[in-house]
């Protein structure tokens, strides 16, 4: 089974600086990978994803992830942090065959932003 | 239009009670879910339907018994409730359920058993 590890549980950034949340994944196959957010007392909503096409995927609200097979990992980045980017963070990937999807999620980051 | 609703958003019940949490989508998808997120964020798939058939069942008690009256809908029906069922109960929605496919989450439905 396919698996992702997402480093760092909580992470703080100042409003203006980089923002790098890690996720590393697990699998046999070549993965499809996803970046969601989730604000406070809302549901899930898709950043990015990678479907083997572009390595360097641009999402929306200005974040970006880069897949690099030989560090096995899909880190997601924005270049300066906005206090309507606190959130929690969840890389996950997805396996199955048509019909049978299903998404495995990393335990999330949780992103502050410092004023 | 919220694309994936779910009712109720709260639901505070005590233990050894039935109840139902509903979930709609107008995207016109052929697959939904039900996801589970614990007290410490973690999110695990419980069950898929596509096309109103069971596709995916992930080890969930029998207490738990989804039904997909149409592919617009799926509802979550749990027996004899639990202390450790208290969580956020999730629907979602994928357009074919293939893996490159975009989820779309609804807002979630607090659980809360006494």
């Known amino acids: 089974a396919q698996s992702v590890t997402q480093l760092g549980s909580h992470v703080s950034v100042s409003e203006g600086a980089l923002v790098l949340l890690r996720c590393n994944y697990s699998?046999?196959?070549?993965?499809?990978l996803f970046w969601y957010v989730q604000y406070p007392n809302q549901g899930l909503q898709l950043l990015l994803k990678?479907?083997?096409?572009?390595?360097l995927v641009k999402g929306i609200n200005g974040f970006e992830a880069e897949f690099k097979k030989s560090e096995t990992s899909f880190h997601l980045t924005k270049p300066s942090a906005h206090m309507s980017d606190a959130a929690e963070y969840f890389c996950a990937v997805s396996e199955g065959g048509f019909g049978n999807e299903k998404l495995t999620f990393g335990t999330g980051t949780r992103l502050t932003i410092i004023p | 239009d919220t694309a994936v609703s779910q009712t109720p958003k709260y639901l505070v019940t005590q233990m050894g009670n039935d109840k139902s949490i509903k979930c709609e989508q107008n995207l016109g998808h052929d697959t939904m879910y039900w996801y589970k997120q614990d007290s410490k964020k973690f999110l695990k798939i419980m069950f898929s339907y596509n096309n109103k058939e069971l596709i995916i069942n992930e080890t969930v008690p029998n207490r738990f018994s989804p039904k997909s009256p149409d592919k617009a809908h799926l509802n979550l029906h749990i027996n004899s409730l639990e202390l450790g069922d208290s969580a956020v109960y999730f629907c979602?929605?994928?357009?074919?359920?293939?893996?490159?496919?975009?989820?779309?989450f609804g807002p979630g439905t607090r659980l809360t058993v006494l």
């Open positions: 699998s046999s196959v070549p993965p499809y």
């Open positions: 990678y479907t083997s096409a572009a390595t």
């Open positions: 979602a929605s994928s357009q074919d359920g293939v893996v490159t496919d975009t989820q779309y």
